[in-house]
């Protein structure tokens, strides 16, 4: 499923070698964030979050149904300057 995660982010995000994803994984679910870089947070999330919730809309319907959920979050990376 990362590799779902990843090949979408991939699509929109133009400094690809600065995106990290990371994955927590509890009892009942997996949590994937997706952190960014400022330039690349409006193109991943695209106008009215529209591409942020396809991407979770296409990770929901290919989770196989007695699997664990997986939750995608996209954040900003924290810049410490």
Do not use: C, W
């Not at 590799?3 to 927590?24: P, R, T």
């Not at 106008?47 to 664990?68: D, F, H, M």
Request: hydrophobic content about 40%; cysteine-free; charged content about 35%.
């Amino acid at each position: 499923m990362l590799d779902l995660i990843k090949y979408i982010v991939n699509q929109f995000a133009e400094d690809k070698e600065h995106v990290e994803y990371l994955v927590e994984e509890t009892e009942e679910a997996v949590n994937v964030t997706v952190v960014l870089s400022d330039s690349d947070m409006g193109k991943v999330i695209g106008k009215q979050g529209k591409i942020a919730k396809a991407l979770r809309t296409l990770v929901r319907a290919a989770t196989p149904k007695n699997s664990k959920k997986y939750n995608v979050e996209i954040k900003e990376r924290e810049e410490n300057a």
